[in-house]
């Protein structure tokens, strides 16, 4: 029971059409690395900075041999201090550097929250479009093996909320290479939210630098039943949830929102013209969150097509506890979706195949890692 | 006769010029037509005048919420400031910014923002990519006493002192926070040493003085550009004025009784013009003229702020993303 659970899981996801014809197959992880070499290798005012860069664990390898390769004043360790550096990388940024900050865990940002909506968010608009940030800020979703609380946050709508900042959730190797590169082009300060349980899951990756535009969400798994837009990791559970229930003949239309500021609504209310249902999967909580907007944007924007309130599936209104005894229910996966698609639906399968999808959804105990051979202590 | 003295005349008319730009603004701020906050840096006039006098037009300057006297002896464009104080589109932020965010990227005056201490790491990375592109520009930021109360200047000042940075930060110590003094805010010790203690380069003097200011911001600024070393220079001076606003406030009561008399007594200008009547043998004549020449580029400056058509309101949402 349980190997077929963890099969159902993608290795590769990346279905999208304009990656075909690319054979090319590297982790998430190695197109984050591949992203950075090229754009140093392209642009030398590009630099990346963060508290373990050039240590021996490289940032889970995305930064390895970068500093052998361009030099230790390009690729530099940094001070324990969040707010100061992101300071000094905005003042260098509006001096010619492109830097490429990154903080091991989303929730060390938190201390340069100041800079950030203070200073990097306001710089082009307050001075009425003289000066311009283009500074980039990696930021890791640490989930799993007891990280707790303050480890393993989903923070994007936090940084969602401020005018001026771009905020991108790659999902597929591909993107989290090419959009790393439009990040370090873009003129403006971009925050990249990169979960961990997506390091390890192979993708379709160009070899050239190949950018991706940071404002289009995409259609990645067509069907015709319930239009379900999912946020970063959300994805990968979404794809599982909807390979299963295709075979039982429920579709599931996922979209893959890719951004959150922009947000991209073209092709999720393109989907409602024809599925008229709705789910949201945010890898962060409800409340005030990017699922909120999401769900707003539809109603706004397509309550006509809408034959039911949009279903939001996300983390409970709480922080997660430590143990993974106590967090065992705290992350929705593929089985909780398919349980709220056929929810929506109206219980289209007879009682006996529903059991037996969400059994062939239910992930084995201790859930605190993506799959058997991810172990900490990351 | 040491090197800035030469360049007496021309400081004694930027801090004159400064003060008479804050005079005209204080005047006619009760118009109700100035309306964005203004803090006034009447008394201080002396650092931004003497640190100035080193300064380059491709080395950059940051400041804070008191940034009239930066960025004017930086050689801001004083048309600009005026009509960004009175919201119009010939402002230097075309009416985005007001008197707290000032601007004039050909002087090298990249900004001033009022967040405590939040240009501080700004100027610091300026300074950081003058070095990774071996450019031979410097970065001064100046700041208040209350920034040694906040996080980022010691993350800022680490950062500069481990990767010795061409950066001057100018301390004006004018021992007040808003209405709060130094004394509740901080232990009884200088704050020089904190900076010396981060390693950097210091020094101290007196900010009412714009010769010893710029004999120490001379150097200060000298070994920044020539050896790579960050700098800190703690000014003291004194603000007369309300912390924010036209007016004077002495009858509040915060400051001690004869306070703000004695320093009133060490006016930066005042000693100055007595210096070059001295020993440059300026005549009431050569005071005149300056006083002449400055009164007519301030009455240009309104007039120019007064004729600078309004923003369109429909503009408000441009520029929130770069293209």
Known sequence: MDRRASSAAPKSANTAKKNRGVKRQLTYGEAIREGLYQAMETDPGVVVIGEGVPDPKAIFETTRGLREKFGADRVLDMPLAENGMTGVCIGAAMCGVRPVMVHQRIDFALLAMDQLINNAAKWHYLFNGQGRVPLVVRVLVGRGWGQGPQHAQSLQALFAHIPGIKVVLPTMAGDAKGMLLEAIQDDNPVVIVEHRWLYNIRGLVPQKPKRERLDRARLIQPGKHVTVAAFSYMVVEALAAAKVLAEYGVELEVIDMRSARPLDMEPVLDSLVKTGLLMVLDIGWATCGVSAEVSTRAVEEGFEHLRKPPKRVTLPDHPVPTSHHLSVDYYPDAETIAREALVLLDKPLPDDESEEVFLRLHRALPRDVPNPDFTGPF | ?323
């Open chain 2, 1 to 323: 006769m040491t090197q800035p003295m030469q360049s007496l005349p021309e400081m004694y008319h930027t801090m004159l010029r400064i003060r008479r730009v804050e005079e005209a603004l204080a005047e006619r701020y009760p118009d109700q037509e100035m309306r964005c906050p203004m803090h006034l840096c009447t008394g201080q006039e002396a650092v931004a005048a003497g640190v100035s006098i080193h300064l380059r037009q491709e080395d950059v300057v940051f400041s804070n919420h008191r940034a009239h006297g930066h960025y004017l002896a930086k050689g801001g464009s004083l048309d600009a400031m005026v009509a960004e104080i009175y919201g119009k589109s010939g402002g230097c932020c075309g009416g985005r910014g007001g008197s707290m965010h000032l601007v004039d990227l050909e002087a090298g005056f990249l900004g001033s923002a009022p967040i405590v201490a939040g240009t501080v790491p700004l100027a610091v990375g300026a300074a950081w990519a003058s070095k990774l592109h071996d450019r031979d520009q410097v970065a001064v930021v100046y700041f208040g006493d209350g920034c040694f109360e906040e996080g980022v200047l010691h993350e800022t000042m680490n950062f500069a002192s481990l990767k010795q940075l061409p950066v001057v930060f100018v301390c004006e110590n004018n021992g007040y926070s808003v209405y709060t003094p130094l004394a509740e805010r901080q232990p009884d010790r200088p704050i020089l040493e904190i900076a010396r203690a981060h390693k950097l380069s210091v020094d101290e003097g007196d900010g009412n003085d714009v010769q010893d200011v710029a004999i120490r911001a001379g150097k200060a600024i000298q070994a920044a550009r020539e050896q790579f070393k960050p700098q800190f220079l703690e000014l003291h001076t004194y603000r007369w004025l309300e912390h924010v606003g036209p007016y004077e406030d002495d009858h509040l009561g915060y400051r001690p009784a004869g306070e703000l008399k004695k320093w009133r007594k060490r006016c930066p200008i005042q000693r100055t013009a007595q210096v070059l009547t001295e020993e440059y043998g300026w005549s009431q004549a050569d005071f005149d003229k300056r006083e002449k020449w400055v009164a007519k580029e301030i009455e240009a400056a309104f007039q120019f702020s007064k004729e600078s058509p309004p923003p369109d309101s429909i503009t408000a949402s441009q520029f929130v993303y770069a293209e």
